[in-house]
């Protein structure tokens, strides 16, 4: 089959590997019709997470079809359409039965690397290092699901796969960040970052009921898009970001703020920015902390900070005075797919929400290794990318408009 794997800093290539096969009964084999590009995949293209191997299968955001299911399935039949949350679950450990999907304690075929790293192990994750199991990921034609009983979700056929897809990672991912600053309604929510989880976390904190979110980027087709559903906007080149978020917060700052950005923040003109980036390439600090000071800095006493973008190991210089003399509260993790997903999908099923306004490229598998490019340098008004194993780019979507 082809897949995209990963052979070092900045070269994913599209390959011919072998098919995957049933290991474990509770196994299902899905061929997928629908994979997407995660932010999350930048910290491995960009070379920022480490246990990355090469050749490694990538992809966690992804949704097909079971082609074949483990003797010990009773969930999952052939022709099932499922979307596969990217956490892989037991079901059963006590994380999994208290709902901490995203650290299962069993999932993780390299626990005891994770132990040493972290502490304690986290859950499996697909295509996402060698920390979380090294397990073959979703932008591939097909992948194998372990313990493909508990967390795939079926979804309806009258949905189409762009409607549904991001319901395995970066729509409760968004969703999550926003249930996480507990909103009230005279809440104003900033959020940091208009990428794909941004957008969500924009949308999710207005269906939550908060009075006005903000929400914060460089890049004007991203403000746009947020702006398109009553967001206020700050493009950090343009505008002093605590001076903006303390005038529309009569000087008081936001009671809740967002970090949809992770460990490779941009931030061209500051001081701290450029020790960040120094230190990162001498490999004394592994993640670019700037957005995680300018909440601290800008969130109200009292507040939350809720943190769904992706650290991998040790920032330095976070002023931990601000936040224990303000008392604010930080709050982070993996997202929980299960714990969200039914009620996300009952949402679009309504028509709450329609997930597929973020996706501005759809191509075929081969056209991926050029499509992390063009998402990493936010070419081309790319805002979310979705590829389409098994059908060959230049035939089926050159001709189409973008939506
Ligand atoms: P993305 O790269 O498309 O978006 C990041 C956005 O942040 C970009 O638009 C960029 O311009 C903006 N940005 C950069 N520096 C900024 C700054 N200083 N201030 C404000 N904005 C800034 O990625 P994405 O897909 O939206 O993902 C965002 C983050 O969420 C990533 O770190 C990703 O790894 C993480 N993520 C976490 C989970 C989870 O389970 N917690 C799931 C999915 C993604
Ligand atoms: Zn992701
Ligand atoms: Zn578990």
């Known amino acids: 089959m082809k897949a995209l794997c990963w052979h070092g800093k900045k070269d994913v290539r599209c390959e011919t590997v072998p098919d995957p096969r049933i290991e474990e009964p509770c196994d299902a084999i899905v061929k997928?019709?629908?994979?997407?590009?995660?932010?999350?995949?930048?910290?491995?293209?960009?070379?920022?997470?480490?246990?990355?191997?090469?050749?490694?299968?990538?992809?966690?955001?992804?949704?097909?079809?079971?082609?074949e299911v483990g003797p010990g399935n009773k969930k999952l039949k052939v022709g099932d359409r499922v979307v596969v949350p990217f956490t892989i679950c037991c079901g059963?450990?006590?994380?999994?039965?208290?709902?901490?999907?995203?650290?299962?304690?069993?999932?993780?075929?390299?626990?005891?690397?994770?132990?040493?790293?972290?502490?304690?192990?986290?859950?499996g994750l697909f295509g996402y290092t060698h920390l979380t199991g090294g397990y073959p990921g979703g932008q591939a034609e097909y992948v194998r699901v372990p313990y493909a009983d508990v967390?795939?979700?079926?979804?309806?056929?009258?949905?189409?796969?762009?409607?549904?897809?991001?319901?395995?990672?970066?729509?409760?991912?968004?969703?999550?960040?926003?249930?996480?600053?507990?909103?009230?309604?005279?809440?104003?929510v900033a959020v940091w970052g208009a990428g794909p989880v941004g957008q969500f976390a924009v949308r999710s904190a207005l269906m939550l009921g908060a009075r006005q979110v903000v929400a914060i980027d460089r890049l004007p087709d991203r403000l746009s898009m947020a702006a398109a559903c009553g967001a206020l906007t700050i493009n950090f080149e343009?505008?002093?970001?605590?001076?903006?978020?303390?005038?529309?917060?009569?000087?008081?700052?936001p009671e809740k703020c967002i970090d949809a950005v992770g460990?490779?923040?941009?931030?061209?003109?500051?001081?701290?920015?450029?020790?960040?980036?120094?230190?990162?390439?001498?490999?004394?600090?592994?993640?670019?902390?700037?957005?995680?000071?300018e909440m601290i800095y800008a969130c109200r006493p009292a507040g939350i900070l809720s943190i769904p973008g992706v650290y991998g190991g040790v920032v330095?210089?976070?002023?931990?005075?601000?936040?224990?003399?303000?008392?604010?509260?930080?709050?982070?993790?993996?997202?929980?797919?299960?714990?969200?997903?039914?009620?996300?999908?009952?949402?679009?099923?309504e028509d709450q929400i329609d997930p597929s306004f973020v996706v501005t490229h759809t191509v075929g598998l081969e056209d991926g290794p050029q499509m992390y490019e063009t998402f990493r340098d936010k070419h081309d008004g790319c805002i979310k990318v979705v590829m389409k194993p098994g059908v060959s780019s230049r035939a089926t979507f050159d001709e189409r408009p973008r939506s």
């Open 92 to 123: 059963e450990c006590d994380q999994c039965r208290r709902g901490n999907w995203s650290v299962c304690e069993r999932s993780n075929r390299n626990k005891s690397l994770a132990e040493k790293v972290f502490g304690h192990t986290t859950a």
């Open 263 to 293: 460990l490779e923040a941009h931030v061209p003109r500051s001081l701290d920015s450029l020790y960040d980036r120094a230190k990162q390439a001498l490999m004394w600090e592994s993640d670019r902390a700037h957005v995680l000071r």
């Open 316 to 349: 330095d210089k976070i002023p931990f005075g601000a936040v224990m003399n303000k008392g604010l509260t930080i709050r982070t993790g993996q997202t929980h797919v299960n714990r969200w997903a039914e009620d996300l999908l009952r949402r679009i099923e």
């Open 151 to 188: 967390a795939p979700v079926k979804v309806p056929a009258g949905l189409t796969d762009e409607q549904v897809l991001f319901l395995g990672d970066i729509l409760p991912t968004g969703w999550q960040a926003a249930v996480q600053c507990e909103i009230e309604p005279a809440d104003t």
């Open 238 to 253: 343009e505008e002093s970001v605590l001076e903006r978020l303390a005038e529309l917060t009569g000087g008081k700052g």
């Open 32 to 67: 997928v019709t629908s994979c997407a590009i995660c932010g999350s995949d930048l910290h491995l293209f960009d070379g920022f997470m480490p246990g990355m191997m090469e050749g490694d299968i990538l992809g966690h955001e992804f949704m097909g079809e079971v082609v």
